[in-house]
């Protein structure tokens, strides 16, 4: 510790000096002059983090809690927390916390700079961000709390929930007139971790650091990780829920974003639901309701807030309005890309448009509409095709909650005026730029794009690649010959083995037998179980399987290639037509693989790629985890434009060597198919 003291440089008065620069001006979220509480005293004073700002306006526009009597502890008992939007926390220290990754571009955000040049200053950052991104030491001006909300989890209400296993630390003002809620993951128990420790391990904490980061590069809005600290300490989890528990190294996430509020923090007031019976702790506290629309809206939606300042429904109405079409353009953002979240509950979805809460997510490597990323989803109510249909439920479900500041039938219309016209539109747009089809808009380009996601269905094709192959489709009449390209398209479909691994059932026969003769004989206590889509999705599962039992490979190459030879020849048929609206084909040519370039990209976060990470750091061994996400920062680079970025693992992991034959943009290894997360 005294080692650690002698790098971290500058007194606590000299930050405390800092902390009192002039506030933020008004864009887009400013900062007052004044600053908030600072950290204990006891805590060692920062060097490299010494210039955050911290105005923590969250804790002066919304009630907090106040403290319970008693010991130090008792803060973080768990706790119905009436009346209150946040509750004051304390992180707990870890063992050994130790760095392993930074984000450079979402630390920039904050006004912290690049790494610097010499080792010394690069370990003595590192031990820094360890000390207080794992909250064993707070920094002038935080003030850590824990939000109060509540949600609707897997269709039912659950009562209060709030942040388990998240720290509010406070809100900093940068020299750009920004304004970044900082959090931390992991940091331990507060009055909503309900039975759980308030910890995360370092599985799920690196896939949330890299996730965040990698939806980030691709043009996803998002919430931002700035870092990722692994310790010493270790908790007991049972990963797949199978009765198998093992000690797990804890971690901690630096989460940044405008705000994390979300839907579910409108819901703390919400009457006792007549299916669960469970209440939100704050119901009846209207003003409560009031004030929390105040300082959303003023604060996030500043320009609704000067235009209906006179009128409140209007202004409700009119940020309703925004939240709906967000939220609309950030699920055709995931349709696009391919990105299933997991678990959108409404306590997972954000008041300002973000991708929140990365916890089971996954990414489609072989297309599949009915794909499931979350192995706890049985009845797969999330699954990818049902993203946009869920975010408008919870979309409803905020609606009610707002009500009524905002009336809930004048919610409702809103809801049916906006979200399927604002998704279809985007997605419209964003899938006809993935296509290359950069001039005139067409009806007919909504069937097109759906009857290459049949023929990706069909064939098992792998989404990203697909979409990234498309930009080197030949084009024109001296293009005629598509052996060459047809070869390269068909390898990104699915083969037999990976087929029969997809396919294979999941259920032991006589457990089938058994639930079929259930359905037949009682079918009242078998609806009751709540089994029928397992069973109806297992039977598809042995039929498919039997199916491509008495298939060849040869076979299957060749309707592979029937199928996507009468896509094609649809796909350049519109391509011509789009062509002739250039006066230049060349320039045409151009734009329409720039286009393609900049919306396809060619590397994503698979689950196998994220796994590689994880077996790496849980040994020890952090490069890989760094490797990772600088290819991620760099996801739609094309081969030979930043070679270093390109350099990854060999996917199998049996060597553990950088090698560009086996790069991560390439189709998953067959293993890949066995993973699971819950």
């Given at each position: 510790?005294?080692?650690?003291?002698?790098?971290?440089?500058?007194?606590?008065?000299?930050?405390?000096?800092?902390?009192?620069?002039?506030?933020?001006?008004?864009?887009?979220?400013?900062?007052?002059?004044?600053?908030?509480?600072?950290?204990?005293?006891?805590?060692?004073?920062?060097?490299?983090?010494?210039?955050?700002?911290?105005?923590?306006?969250?804790?002066?526009?919304?009630?907090?809690?106040?403290?319970?009597?008693?010991?130090?502890?008792?803060?973080?008992?768990?706790?119905?927390?009436?009346?209150?939007?946040?509750?004051?926390?304390?992180?707990?220290?870890?063992?050994?916390?130790?760095?392993?990754?930074?984000?450079?571009?979402?630390?920039?955000?904050?006004?912290?700079?690049?790494?610097?040049?010499?080792?010394?200053?690069?370990?003595?950052?590192?031990?820094?961000?360890?000390?207080?991104?794992?909250?064993?030491?707070?920094?002038?001006?935080?003030?850590?709390?824990?939000?109060?909300?509540?949600g609707h989890q897997f269709g039912q209400f659950a009562g209060q929930l709030g942040d388990g296993a998240a720290m509010y630390l406070g809100e900093v003002c940068t020299e750009a007139n920004e304004r970044w809620e900082l959090q931390l993951k992991g940091a331990g128990p507060t009055p909503f971790s309900r039975q759980a420790d308030g910890r995360k391990v370092l599985r799920s904490s690196i896939r949330e650091f890299l996730c965040s980061e990698a939806m980030f590069h691709l043009g996803v809005p998002t919430t931002r990780a700035g870092a990722c600290v692994t310790s010493q300490s270790t908790v007991v989890r049972d990963m797949f829920y199978d009765g198998n528990p093992k000690h797990e190294p804890c971690a901690v996430v630096l989460r940044i974003a405008s705000t994390f509020l979300r839907f579910g923090s409108f819901e703390i007031f919400k009457p006792e639901d007549e299916h669960t019976g469970r209440a939100g702790p704050s119901v009846g506290r209207n003003d409560i309701r009031v004030q929390m629309l105040?300082?959303?809206?003023?604060?996030?939606?500043?320009?609704?807030?000067?235009?209906?300042?006179?009128?409140?429904?209007?202004?409700?109405?009119?940020?309703?309005?925004?939240?709906?079409?967000?939220?609309?353009?950030?699920?055709?953002?995931?349709q696009c890309v391919g990105f299933c979240h997991g678990v959108l509950n409404t306590d997972n979805m954000s008041i300002v448009g973000l991708t929140i809460d990365y916890g089971p997510f996954g990414f489609l490597d072989r297309y599949d509409p009915d794909h499931v990323c979350n192995a706890s989803d049985n009845a797969g109510r999330y699954a990818y095709s049902k993203q946009p249909e869920?975010?408008?439920?919870?979309?409803?479900?905020?609606?009610?909650?707002?009500?009524?500041?905002?009336?809930?039938?004048?919610?409702?219309?809103?809801?049916?005026?906006?979200?399927?016209?604002?998704?279809?539109?985007?997605?419209?747009?964003?899938?006809?730029?993935?296509?290359?089809?950069?001039?005139?808009?067409?009806?007919?380009?909504?069937?097109?794009?759906?009857?290459?996601?049949?023929?990706?269905?069909?064939?098992?094709?792998?989404?990203?690649?697909?979409?990234?192959?498309?930009?080197?489709?030949?084009?024109?009449?001296?293009?005629?010959?598509?052996?060459?390209?047809?070869?390269?398209?068909?390898?990104?479909?699915?083969?037999?083995?990976?087929?029969?691994?997809?396919?294979?059932?999941?259920?032991?026969?006589?457990?089938?037998?058994?639930?079929?003769?259930?359905?037949?004989?009682?079918?009242?206590?078998?609806?009751?179980?709540?089994?029928?889509?397992?069973?109806?999705?297992?039977?598809?599962r042995v039929e498919q399987q039997s199916r491509l039992e008495q298939l060849t490979p040869?076979?299957?190459?060749?309707?592979?290639?029937?199928?996507?030879?009468?896509?094609?020849?649809?796909?350049?048929?519109?391509?011509?037509?789009?062509?002739?609206?250039?006066?230049?084909?060349?320039?045409?040519?151009?734009?329409?693989?720039?286009?393609?370039?900049?919306?396809?990209?060619?590397?994503?976060?698979?689950?196998?790629?994220?796994?590689?990470?994880i077996e790496a750091a849980e040994n020890g061994d952090f490069s890989e985890v760094r490797r990772v996400l600088k290819l991620l920062e760099a996801p739609y680079h094309r081969e030979g434009e930043a070679a270093e970025v390109l350099e990854a693992t060999d996917p199998e992991g049996a060597s553990g060597t950088a090698d560009l034959r086996h790069s991560y943009s390439g189709k998953p290894p067959l293993w890949a198919v066995e993973l699971c997360v819950t």
């Open positions: 510790m005294a080692s650690l003291k002698g790098v971290l440089g500058p007194s606590l008065a000299a930050a405390r000096t800092l902390s009192r620069l002039p506030g933020c001006r008004p864009a887009p979220a400013p900062c007052s002059a004044t600053t908030a509480a600072r950290g204990a005293a006891m805590d060692p004073a920062p060097h490299w983090l010494a210039g955050l700002r911290f105005d923590n306006r969250a804790l002066r526009a919304l009630p907090v809690e106040t403290p319970p009597p008693g010991p130090e502890d008792a803060a973080s008992v768990p706790r119905p927390v009436p009346g209150a939007c946040f509750s004051r926390v304390r992180p707990a220290p870890l063992q050994q916390p130790r760095l392993v990754a930074l984000s450079e571009p979402a630390l920039a955000l904050l006004g912290l700079g690049a790494s610097p040049a010499d080792d010394a200053g690069r370990e003595a950052r590192e031990a820094e961000a360890a000390l207080f991104f794992s909250g064993n030491a707070l920094l002038p001006g935080t003030e850590p709390a824990a939000h109060c909300y509540c105040d300082y959303v809206i003023s604060t996030f939606y500043p320009e609704i807030q000067a235009a209906h300042a006179s009128d409140t429904v209007q202004r409700n109405a009119a940020f309703f309005r925004e939240v709906t079409r967000r939220t609309a353009r950030l699920v055709a953002e995931w869920v975010c408008k439920w919870n979309l409803e479900k905020l609606a009610e909650a707002l009500a009524p500041e905002l009336p809930l039938e004048l919610g409702e219309a809103i809801l049916a005026e906006e979200y399927d016209t604002e998704f279809h539109r985007h997605y419209l747009h964003k899938m006809r730029r993935k296509l290359g089809l950069v001039r005139a808009e067409r009806e007919e380009d909504a069937a097109l794009v759906a009857k290459l996601l049949e023929t990706m269905h069909l064939t098992g094709a792998d989404f990203t690649n697909t979409f990234y192959l498309l930009s080197s489709f030949p084009v024109g009449p001296e293009s005629l010959d598509l052996a060459e390209f047809m070869t390269t398209l068909t390898e990104q479909c699915a083969s037999l083995e990976e087929l029969r691994l997809a396919f294979r059932p999941q259920m032991d026969p006589r457990q089938l037998s058994m639930m079929l003769m259930l359905a037949q004989s009682n079918p009242q206590l078998f609806a009751l179980i709540g089994t029928h889509a397992n069973v109806t999705k297992e039977l598809e040869s076979e299957l190459l060749s309707r592979n290639r029937g199928h996507w030879a009468n896509w094609l020849q649809e796909y350049r048929a519109r391509l011509e037509k789009d062509r002739k609206g250039a006066s230049d084909d060349s320039v045409w040519q151009a734009e329409r693989q720039h286009v393609m370039h900049a919306n396809n990209p060619k590397y994503i976060l698979r689950n196998y790629i994220a796994q590689n990470a």
